[in-house]
T-cell receptor, first 114, second 112 residues
Framework: ETGVTQSPTHLIKTRGQQVTLRCSSQ?????VSWYQQALGQGPQFIFQ???????GRGNFPPRFSGLQFPNYSSELNVNALELDDSALYLC?????????????FGPGTRLTVL | GQQLNQSPQSMFIQEGEDVSMNCTSS?????WLWYKQDPGEGPVLLIA?????ELTSNGRLTAQFGITRKDSFLNISASIPSDVGIYFC????????????FGKGTKLSVKP
């Protein structure tokens, strides 16, 4: 069974640029959630995708957007990067979108905005 | 908005000692999860709790879902050096559509 994978591992961008992060869900999981983890903090929910549609969103601006593909993999896109966007971006997959369920995390993408 | 208070923020313990940490919420949760995160990695799920009062073990780890549904506890017995890391509690309420709310973490350091 393959776990959650993310790419790239690290990324350096400059302010104003755009970035795309990718995630492959764990085998058998159809739901993907994205989180932002600033240094020294717990992960903060960005949004969740289920059946290729956004299924809930946290307190993040519209320049954070996403996609889910038929194979359940997902992308996180961030436009007009700001310095405060520097963080570890985590993807988590789960077998169900709602109800009691566990989310399994990938290793994350470390984004640095200069 | 909902907040999770996790304590202690950090702790140093002697190898072999037992460890306790807890999380409290400003609102009721119907799911509590405990994760461990090592440097440069994503959080790893340790224990999941779904019922008030539930007590669940995973090896040397034991977690409880508080009966008020606003708190949870994690205990580690006979700590070893590989227990070092940051432990996060996370919760979900019945109204959320999938998002987990995380505490700020408890950093555990063990003296060999």
């Amino acid at each position: 069974e393959t776990g959650v994978t993310q790419s790239p591992t690290h990324l350096i961008k400059t302010r104003g640029q755009q970035v795309t992060l990718r995630c492959s869900s764990q085998s058998g999981h159809n739901t993907v959630s994205w989180y932002q983890q600033a240094l020294g903090q717990g992960p903060q929910f960005i949004f969740q995708y289920y059946r290729e549609e956004e299924n809930g969103r946290g307190n993040f601006p519209p320049r954070f957007s996403g996609l889910q593909f038929p194979n359940y993999s997902s992308e996180l896109n961030v436009n007009a990067l700001e310095l405060d966007d520097s963080a570890l971006y985590l993807c988590a997959s789960s077998p169900y979108a709602t109800g009691a369920n566990e989310q399994f995390f990938g290793p994350g993408t470390r984004l640095t905005v200069l | 908005g909902q907040q999770l208070n996790q304590s202690p923020q950090s702790m140093f313990i002697q190898e072999g000692e037992d460890v306790s940490m807890n999380c409290t919420s400003s609102s009721i949760f119907n799911t509590w999860l405990w994760y461990k995160q090592d440097p440069g990695e994503g959080p790893v799920l340790l224990i999941a709790l779904y019922k008030a009062g539930e007590l669940t073990s995973n090896g040397r780890l034991t977690a409880q879902f508080g009966i008020t549904r606003k708190d949870s506890f994690l205990n580690i017995s006979a700590s070893i050096p590989s227990d070092v890391g940051i432990y996060f509690c996370a919760g979900r309420d019945g109204g959320s559509q999938g998002n987990l709310i995380f505490g700020k973490g408890t950093k555990l350091s063990v003296k060999p």
